[in-house]
């Protein structure tokens, strides 16, 4: 017997889904709206928002790139 919540639960997640969530931090995405039969289009175009709005810090000189705590999530 599989318990209720698991039934309700997706077996594949898209891991951009990220991208659609806002938690109301600065450095979270912004609150956006989702067509259900584009969503995934939409999400990639979120994720490629994000990392141009300074998503994301590259060092060049140090070899290091930093990203925004969302990736913790």
Partial sequence: LIPTKLQHALVKMNPLVHFGLCNGT???PKVRFFSP?????????AAREFFEND???VDLEK?????TPIFKW
């Fill in 63 to 67: 070899r290091t790139i930093h990203l």
């Fill in 26 to 28: 600065k450095s979270s």
């Fill in 37 to 45: 039969y584009r969503v995934a289009e939409e999400l990639r175009s």
């Fill in 55 to 57: 998503g994301i810090e």
